[in-house]
């Protein structure tokens, strides 16, 4: 069966400092892999999303990036923190290999920048 | 630890039929409420949300959810389905973080 893993659950860091936040898929290959964002309370904003290695597309223009360094690995990163980068990241991803796109969520990370 | 249960994994309708998707969480303080929805080939969007005041809360294309505290229910209605409704429905949970908590996911399949 095919899992989702987010790491690290929490995480508090100082502003300025870079981030590394990573998630892996398994049971699955070539999945579509998706960063989300929720903050203060509000909806989901989706922030990246891949469809292959190397493959990123950026949804909101921001302080963040995102690579895709093999087939089920997502990482989502910045080089300089900001206080608004803080909020809820979620790791998600879907099938490519049928009509139905449903997602799958990891467990999230909570980021405070202080 | 707090979870978010949706029922009914796949429920097919004609068009025209009312809708009424089960979601149920397990938290006992203040929750914040989300219904996401994902139509084919698109990306997660917002349909409706619920923070405070009036339970019953109305979204967008016909649709309103209730929050009854008491059963720890937020579910999603609408009263005549259009076969453009055919997409996946998550319910999620906020809590006091920022942390979101989905369910897995209603699979609504509307035929003409």
């Known amino acids: 069966s095919q899992t989702i893993h987010q790491w690290p659950a929490t995480l508090v860091q100082p502003v300025g400092s870079p981030l590394s936040l990573e998630c892996t898929v398994e049971g699955t290959s070539n999945p579509n892999l998706y960063w989300y964002r929720q903050a203060a309370g509000r909806g989901l904003q989706l922030l990246f999303y891949s469809v292959g290695i190397g493959q990123i597309s950026s949804e909101v223009p921001q302080n963040l990036s995102a690579s895709r360094p093999q087939d089920r690995q997502f990482i989502l990163s910045s080089k300089k923190l900001l206080l608004s980068d803080s909020g809820f990241y979620l790791c998600?991803?879907?099938?490519?290999?049928?009509?139905?796109?449903?997602?799958?969520f990891g467990s999230g990370t909570q980021l405070s920048v202080l | 630890a707090q979870s978010v249960s949706q029922h009914n994994h796949h429920v097919i309708l004609s068009e025209a039929a009312s809708l009424e998707l089960g979601c149920n969480y397990s938290?006992?303080?203040?929750?914040?409420l989300f219904w996401y929805v994902q139509y084919p080939g698109q990306h997660l969007q917002l349909l409706l949300k619920?923070?405070?005041?009036?339970?019953l809360v109305k979204g967008i294309k016909g649709f309103e959810a209730e929050f009854i505290k008491s059963k720890f229910s937020f579910n999603l209605r609408k009263p005549s389905v259009q076969w453009s409704d055919t997409a996946e429905y998550f319910c999620a949970v906020n809590v006091w973080t920022d942390k979101l908590i989905f369910g897995t996911g209603t699979r609504l399949q509307v035929f003409p």
């Open positions: 998600a991803w879907s099938k490519t290999d049928s009509n139905n796109e449903k997602l799958f």
């Open positions: 938290y006992g303080g203040t929750v914040n």
């Open positions: 619920y923070f405070s005041g009036d339970p």
